[in-house]
């Protein structure tokens, strides 16, 4: 395990501990931009009238994961940074069993909350050191480390990769 990804760790447990005693609205700073990410259904920390809504500081102070791989949309390598969906998923602490991911377009996906695992997506807000604008999948986009393990080179997690990221339901 490398240094960065043990202060990742630490910093991402400092800041879930935070809102460990979650339950209540106030858990949850309320976002000062515009909101680019809201996170409802089975879920235990909210900040909105039953959701939780995120502007891109909030998801910046989380703790950030970053990674370089290739894609089937992009040319050659590139590096990806935002947050481990599984940090986002335990921030909110999500209790369904399915997450159900919407883009700008309406366009959705479902997977298995299993699969957001610590090596695994991030909501990237971030491609190659610049923010992503909505004509380049902005502002944010669900990525795969595909180059890390051929798991992440299916159909199916090509089809999670949902980008323009909107909102997220966590169902039971």
Same mark, same amino acid.
């Given at each position: 395990m490398n240094v960065t990804r043990i202060a990742s760790t630490i910093a991402a447990c400092l800041w879930i501990a935070m809102f460990a005693t979650a &339950?209540? $609205?106030a858990d949850l #700073? !309320? #976002?000062e931009g515009?909101?680019?990410?809201?996170? !409802? &259904?089975e879920i235990g920390?909210?900040?909105?009238? &039953?959701?939780?809504?995120?502007?891109?500081? @909030?998801?910046? $102070? @989380?703790?950030e994961a970053s990674f370089k791989t290739s894609t089937i949309w992009t040319e050659g390598e590139n590096e990806f940074r935002g947050v481990r969906l599984s940090d986002l998923l335990e921030a909110v602490d999500a209790k369904g069993s399915e997450l159900h991911a919407i883009a700008l377009n309406d366009y959705a996906v479902d997977? #298995?909350?299993v699969d957001?695992?610590?090596d695994g997506p991030i909501v990237a807000y971030q491609m190659n050191g610049k923010e992503m604008s909505i004509r380049d999948k902005g502002p944010l986009w669900i990525v795969f480390p595909y180059d890390q393990d051929a798991k992440f080179r299916t159909e199916l997690v090509y089809s999670q990769s949902i980008w323009q990221l909107d909102r997220i339901e966590i169902r039971k």
């Amino acid at each position: 395990m490398n240094v960065t990804r043990i202060a990742s760790t630490i910093a991402a447990c400092l800041w879930i501990a935070m809102f460990a005693t979650a &339950g209540q $609205a106030a858990d949850l #700073p !309320s #976002p000062e931009g515009d909101v680019i990410l809201t996170v !409802s &259904g089975e879920i235990g920390v909210t900040n909105r009238d &039953g959701a939780a809504v995120f502007d891109l500081e @909030m998801l910046k $102070a @989380m703790p950030e994961a970053s990674f370089k791989t290739s894609t089937i949309w992009t040319e050659g390598e590139n590096e990806f940074r935002g947050v481990r969906l599984s940090d986002l998923l335990e921030a909110v602490d999500a209790k369904g069993s399915e997450l159900h991911a919407i883009a700008l377009n309406d366009y959705a996906v479902d997977f #298995p909350t299993v699969d957001a695992v610590p090596d695994g997506p991030i909501v990237a807000y971030q491609m190659n050191g610049k923010e992503m604008s909505i004509r380049d999948k902005g502002p944010l986009w669900i990525v795969f480390p595909y180059d890390q393990d051929a798991k992440f080179r299916t159909e199916l997690v090509y089809s999670q990769s949902i980008w323009q990221l909107d909102r997220i339901e966590i169902r039971k």
